[in-house]
């Protein structure tokens, strides 16, 4: 779809705990080695969440740094809606986003968490066009939490090594003079679903029994093929319908998932690694909190400008996936 857009992302905030996981510290865990964990994702260390530190606590980290980021410019009071992207909520009820809410004290908010996984942050985020496009909403805030550390099984060698924690936040804003969303892409393989789960009420999926009890259980091997097969195709179509070719983008932004991944996909895809922003080499694989941690990065580094082309890609558990094209940070009229 190349829907006509009558929003933008006007501010960014994240945050990652303090505690740090490196590769060596996992080689007392099971048998690994850095030099092993490197060669196969790239991942030379991930951030942890305090026993005490969950999900909302992050998102609320991250949205108090979105809240001093732009000085008094950037507000929460008149925001009419919160969508938080998690797999990994504090609990089944409240949800996060009524938390966030809480302690914020946005009144005059609605409040919901959706969970498309690593997808999570660009479902959401087409949601808040979709929902100030339509004139339903004014300002959205769109937070990506998680904290994959208290669902990952520390005694499986092939998942252990993967996961970190974060959180994300990003204001989309009414501004029909200068919209951001250029298009989107979306995409479901249900039928996948069994390649990477994590177990609930339920401990059978299609007469298959489930493991990991509550943990994360991933056919690694399946899902990258279904990830860099589904994205590359995802990014031509993307690029087929808004009529632009890999030249005309600026930066190119996965879910960080792994950075051989990543590769493969720029590499299918033709999206030179030079013009691809991730967040996976310093703190793994954070799910649905990757690509907001991404551009954050660069955006510390300097190399994300206003008015950038910018291509996210959201795709993970369900399976799910999700692509925008939107230009960066230009503060509405």
């Not at 303090?18 to 099971?30: F, H, I, T």
């Not at 992050?58 to 009419?80: F, M, Q």
Request: glycine residues 10%.
């Amino acid at each position: 779809m190349n829907p006509k857009s009558a929003a933008r992302i006007t501010a960014l905030g994240t945050y990652v705990p303090e505690r740090l996981l490196l590769n060596n510290d996992l080689e007392k865990l099971v048998d690994t080695s850095d030099a092993w964990i490197v060669q196969r994702t790239g991942i030379q260390e991930r951030h942890i969440a305090a026993d005490d530190e969950f999900t909302s606590h992050l998102s609320i980290r991250a949205v108090e740094n979105l809240r001093g980021s732009g000085g008094e410019s950037v507000t929460l009071k008149d925001v009419d809606l919160i969508i938080a992207s998690t797999t990994t909520p504090d609990y089944s009820f409240p949800t996060v986003s009524c938390r966030i809410q809480k302690h914020f004290g946005m009144e005059d908010a609605g409040a919901i968490d959706l969970n498309a996984t690593c997808a999570g942050f660009t479902y959401a985020l087409h949601m808040a066009n979709g929902m100030i496009t339509s004139g339903l909403h004014r300002k959205v805030l769109v937070v990506a939490g998680e904290t994959m550390s208290k669902i990952t099984d520390y005694t499986d060698r092939s998942t252990c090594i993967l996961f970190g924690d974060g959180a994300g936040a990003a204001l989309v804003e009414y501004a029909p003079e200068q919209p951001g969303f250029e298009s989107v892409i979306m995409g479901t393989q249900g039928s996948g679903g069994i390649h990477v789960y994590r177990s609930g009420l339920s401990t059978e999926m299609d007469g298959e029994p489930l493991a990991g009890e509550g943990r994360i259980v991933q056919n690694g091997r399946e899902v990258f093929k279904w990830a860099v097969r589904t994205v590359s195709a995802g990014i031509e179509k993307l690029l087929e319908q808004a009529k632009l070719t890999v030249d005309d983008i600026d930066w190119f932004v996965p879910h960080s998932a792994n950075l051989r991944m990543i590769e493969s996909i720029c590499e299918k895809s033709g999206i030179p690694l030079a013009k691809t922003l991730q967040s996976v080499t310093e703190m793994g694989n954070t799910s649905s909190a990757s690509i907001p941690l991404a551009l954050q990065a660069g955006v510390r580094s300097g190399q994300l400008h206003p008015g950038d082309r910018v291509l996210l890609y959201g795709f993970g558990g369900g399976l799910t996936h999700c692509g925008l094209l939107i230009r960066w940070g230009e503060t509405p009229n």
